[in-house]
Structures are given as C-alpha cells and as structure tokens.
Nanobody, 115 residues
Framework: QVHLVESGGGLVQPGGSLRLSCTAS????????MNWYRQAVGKQRELVAS???????NYTDSVKGRFTISRDNVRNRVFLEMNSLKPEDAAAYYC?????????WGRGTQVTISG
C-alpha cells in the first residue's frame, strides 16, 4: 500500500522560508516522478513542482527562483524548499505520485503566511 506523509508546514511571515518534506512508502521510490501540489482556500489544486527519477525539475512560473524541489532516494523523501514566501503561497501543500496505474496523495501540510 502506498503512503505519502507530508510535514514541515507552519506559520511564517512574508519573506520567510519553510522546508516541506514528504516520506513515501509502498513504492520503489527512486523510479517515480514526485510532485508537490497546493490548494488555497477557494481555489483549485495546482501543481507547484515536480522532480523526475533522474532529478529533472519543473516549477510553476509563480514559484520559479523561490522554491526548490529535491529528493533523497535512500530515505524515500521529497522536499520542497520555499524561500521568499508571499501571502499568495499560503495553501495546503500535498505530495503526489502516479504509480501502479493510480494517483496517490498525502494528507497535506498547511502553510500559513501572516505578519
């Protein structure tokens, strides 16, 4: 069974930083593209960043230059380093993987921008 567990969210001031982490189990992690999505209140869920099995990275335009996705294939983890956070980055952030013909999601971690 595939499980994704996110952590690292919290309350931060504009301009601050957070590092999100997602730990995966139940898959051969190193083989799969891992994704971070986010969903703000009243908005659709959007793809924020992806990292392929060979560490190629893609970002949505609004986070380019501020966010960095990375992965640790030994510990089955994917990270999202978020810098220069803006109020519009506030959202629930979700880890995602497409594997075995299905799509799997974590429960999310909340990022709140205030102050």
């Amino acid at each position: 069974q595939v499980h994704l567990v996110e952590s690292g969210g919290g309350l931060v001031q504009p301009g601050g930083s957070l590092r999100l982490s997602c730990t995966a189990s139940g898959i051969n992690f190193r083989l799969y593209t891992m994704n971070w999505y986010r969903q703000a209140v009243g908005k659709q869920r959007e793809l924020v960043a992806s990292i392929t099995s060979d560490h190629s990275r893609n970002y949505t335009d609004s986070v380019k230059g501020r966010f960095t996705i990375s992965r640790d294939n030994v510990r089955n983890r994917v990270f999202l380093e978020m810098n220069s956070l803006k109020p519009e980055d506030a959202a629930a952030y979700y880890c995602n993987v497409r594997a075995r013909g299905s799509v799997f999601w974590g429960r999310g971690t909340q990022v709140t921008i205030s102050g």
